[in-house]
Antibody
């Protein structure tokens, strides 16, 4: 049973960066993919990107391509998402989720972290 | 990108009823690579259905998915109070992953 534990809420200023961590409990961190999905207040779900630690493979949604970096530390089974040049429109809950392995291809998300609130103020 | 359009936006039904939620794709979702999620207030989404019709682990058989091509359906039989939630469809046939805008299910 995979469990994902995320870092605590962040309050950031416009123009700065946010870094959210996602600690994975389970045996398949290296071969699983970890995706990041965000949800603005009262809005729907938006996929940001994913990483496959074993393949050292990352892919990002075009919308975030220039501002997001997803990394993974296999020694601590922790994935990270950093979003730069924040604006108020980036205020949202950021979720990490386990993606059933299918190489670099997208797939469904069968385990989710509890979410991390990131609030951006000017 | 594949755009998913869910309908209705909000659905209000009574306990014990059967409800049907729709998800329409802007292009064919190959191999029926479509999933459904349930998100209760203040919680993370939970996977209900993948590959259009396969229930995820521990999901009761009141939930069923069907469809192919561009039209998909989530059916909930015998509505229960805990089914109050927003339901999202998601396609993983073609990158990037995209989600529908959600259907809010209210209990009368």
């Amino acid at each position: 049973q995979v469990q994902l534990v995320q870092s605590g809420a962040e309050a950031q200023r416009s123009g700065s960066s946010a870094r959210v961590s996602c600690k994975y409990s389970g045996d398949s961190f290296n071969t699983d993919a970890i995706a990041w999905v965000r949800q603005a207040p009262g809005q729907g779900l938006e996929w940001m990107g994913m990483i496959v630690p074993l393949l050292r493979f990352t892919t990002y949604a075009q919308k975030f391509q220039d501002r997001v970096t997803i990394t993974a530390d296999t020694s601590t089974k922790t994935a990270y998402m950093e979003l730069r040049s924040l604006t108020s429109e980036d205020s949202a809950v950021y979720y990490c989720a386990r993606q059933i392995p299918k190489g670099p291809a997208p797939n469904y998300l069968d385990a989710w972290g509890p979410g991390t609130w990131v609030t951006v103020s000017s | 990108d594949i755009v998913l359009t869910q309908s209705p936006g909000t659905l209000s039904s009574s306990l014990g009823e059967r409800v049907t939620l729709s998800c329409r794709a802007s292009q064919t979702v190959r191999s029926n690579y479509l999933a459904w999620y349930q998100q209760k207030p203040g919680q993370a989404p939970r996977l209900l259905i993948f590959d259009a019709s396969t229930r995820a682990t521990d999901i009761p058989d009141r939930f069923s998915g069907s469809g192919s091509g561009t039209d998909f359906t989530l059916t909930i039989r015998r509505l229960e109070p805990e089914d109050l939630a927003v339901y999202y469809c998601q396609q993983y046939a073609k990158p990037p992953i995209t989600f529908g805008q959600g259907t809010r299910l209210d209990i009368k």
